[in-house]
């Protein structure tokens, strides 16, 4: 029987590989550009001199931001789909990509050996089931060192623009019903957390986080004890 969570994450899963080709529009809003430009910059500056995992790039947006000075970046999602459009980007030379499962970072061969300093992953946090979520950041912890640095970015909410919040489940996730260009519709599992409710699920070796709330997005950056 397949149960309600791993329908969530699959269903989320395959949503967006049915909106790769219509993805980026979410970036292309006039009343973004500003404070995206502040983020990419800030990101960049984050992961200078690092070697960097980043989890759900998507369609890689954020990829050529966060490695312009990164020492490595690989950049890994589950969907070829979305990938496929990252792979097309004009990318600095320490990009690699990787398909990879976010609930599986242990197993992936992709993660075999390899030497990580730092971990990024652009609007995932939001998708990440709340009772599953403090689990998953201690896996992803778990593959970084002490003095890494860890960087989350995500969608702030914004009342009359941002799509509502049709129903709360038990555990207070929020979810969404979204139409694709094609008319299709999917409910989506999608969280909008607080400073202190994002805080609150880093666990014990998160050190000295920032909170930057952006008009449209938020930032969450933390080290690694
Ligand atoms: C909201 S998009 C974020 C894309 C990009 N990081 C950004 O900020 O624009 C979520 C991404 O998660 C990916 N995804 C869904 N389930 C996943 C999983 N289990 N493991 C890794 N990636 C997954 C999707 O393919 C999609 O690209």
């Not at 061969?109 to 950041?137: E, I, K, N, T, Y």
């Amino acid at each position: 029987m397949v149960s309600a969570l791993s329908a969530a994450v699959d269903g989320m899963a395959a949503y967006y590989a049915r909106r790769a080709a219509e993805y980026e529009r979410i970036y292309q809003r006039p009343e973004r550009q500003a404070e995206l430009r502040v983020i990419e910059s800030a990101l960049a500056d984050a992961m200078a001199g690092r070697a960097v995992l980043e989890i759900a790039c998507g369609t890689g947006w954020w990829t050529p931001h966060g490695a312009r000075a990164a020492a490595s970046w690989l950049a890994t999602d589950l969907n070829p789909e979305t990938m496929a459009v990252a792979r097309t980007k004009p990318l600095p030379p320490c990009v690699d990509f990787a398909l990879l499962d976010a609930y599986a970072l242990e197993a992936a061969p992709a993660l075999a050996g390899r030497r990580l300093d730092a971990a990024f992953a652009g609007c995932w946090w939001s998708h990440v089931p709340l009772q599953r979520l403090p689990a998953w950041l201690a896996q992803l912890h778990a593959l970084l060192p002490a003095g890494a640095r860890v960087v989350f970015v995500d969608n702030t909410y914004v009342p009359g623009r941002s799509t509502p919040i049709a129903r709360v489940d038990d555990h207070g996730n929020g979810w969404q019903r979204r139409t694709l260009d094609d008319g299709s519709v999917h409910e989506v599992l999608k969280n909008h957390p607080t400073r202190e409710q994002a805080v609150a699920m880093l666990g014990p070796r998160a050190v000295a986080p920032r909170w930057t709330a952006h008009e449209h997005f938020w930032v969450l950056d933390y080290g690694l004890a």
